[in-house]
């Protein structure tokens, strides 16, 4: 398949209109949007198409365009893009499906105990591990695993979003050296290539940035998120792998998997399909884990509505709330005691519906 040209591509005008902001991706904004004919719901991830950022721009919907056919990997859409007026820069709209549950971060906070049960987080490890089996078998490193890239739908299925910072590996080398991703969740091996040029990596840094995700979930943040970024840069590398810090509280096998997915070494490091064959992902009871999940989801819509609903109430409609923001770069979608995504805007942003 060939790349996108950009240039070729419609205008959304007529064909989606965006409803609401609802987080941001790497190079863009991303809004919950519906097909103007049909009423589908989707994710539209907005970016500005600038000289500098064209490259990777194209390379995020070439991605998506071949390899978004899988149950774990948020399905493409199409893309399109509106012309700037006045000297300001096309965008790109890159459309995608919509997981209206949030994603594994927003279920965590969710949660009294900022903490999901062990076997929730056996099955969202099995589902984030096949949609990377899928993409490591076609030679794409994800290179930004994380909770906030992790999406839930309402039916509890998993999917992997924002590949602005994938990559395709070459046939021939079958490494990289671009130093690239969030920085607490990255590799000490792309780390190292800021250091050292000479310095590669392969896709086993996604299983890295796997077992960091793990210890999120469990933990409810990952490992040295108190400290600054630059600084947390510097110690990945040189500190043992991180552990959990309750080892009572999670089952031997739990403590294994991420003691496996955290191999410093990662030519000793195993592959998403060894690791699919670990017995953390694979004894657990699906159906038990799926309802459970749902219910939570469910329970948090509730109680969203129902802030809502007063909120509507007492303010008559007219309150106009800044976007709430996580730590970092990240709007987070609302919890149970956040305000609900309609009535969440950016200051000074209008709302904006195409005709």
Request: hydrophobic share 35%; aromatic share 8%.
């Amino acid at each position: 398949m060939d790349s996108i040209d950009l240039s070729e591509l419609r205008d959304p005008a007529g064909i989606f209109e965006l409803i609401e902001v609802v987080g941001n991706g790497t190079y863009g904004q991303v809004h919950k949007g519906r097909h103007v004919k049909t009423g589908q719901l989707a994710a539209i991830k907005i970016m500005e198409v600038t000289e500098d950022e064209e490259e990777e721009i194209r390379l995020e919907v070439d991605v998506l365009r071949k390899f978004s056919y899988h149950q774990n990997i948020a399905t493409y859409y199409g893309a399109f893009v509106q012309k700037g007026d006045g000297g300001q820069e096309d965008q790109l709209w890159l459309v995608m499906e919509y997981c209206g549950a949030g994603s594994v971060t927003d279920l965590v906070k969710s949660t009294r105990a900022r903490s999901l049960k062990e076997d929730w987080i056996a099955f969202i490890c099995r589902e984030v591990l096949r949609g990377l089996s899928h993409l490591h078998k076609n030679r794409v490193i994800h290179r930004d695993i994380k909770g906030q890239n992790v999406l839930i739908t309402d039916n509890a299925d998993i999917k992997l979003v924002d590949f602005g910072v994938s990559a395709q590996l070459d046939r021939t080398i079958g490494k990289r050296n671009t130093f690239i991703g969030t920085p607490y969740w990255m590799a000490p091996e792309v780390i190292a290539c800021d250091q050292d040029p000479t310095a590669t990596y392969d896709y086993r840094s996604d299983q890295w940035s796997l077992g960091i995700t793990a210890i999120e979930i469990a933990e409810g943040e990952p490992p040295l998120c108190s400290m600054h970024p630059m600084r947390a840069l510097f110690l990945i590398p040189r500190n043992p792998p991180p552990r959990l810090k309750q080892t009572k509280k999670w089952s031997p096998r739990f403590i294994n998997f991420i003691e496996q997915c955290l191999t410093k070494d990662p030519t000793k490091r195993p592959t998403s399909d060894e690791l699919l064959r670990h017995p953390f992902v694979t004894e657990f009871n699906e159906r038990a884990v799926r309802i459970q999940v749902r219910d939570q989801l469910d329970r948090v819509k509730r109680e969203v509505q129902i802030f809502d609903e007063q909120l509507s109430d007492e303010e008559g409609g007219s309150l106009e709330i800044p976007t709430i923001k996580k730590g970092g770069d990240d709007a987070a979608r609302p919890g149970p005691s956040a305000v609900s995504p309609s009535r969440v805007r950016r200051k000074g942003q209008r709302s904006f519906t195409l005709q």
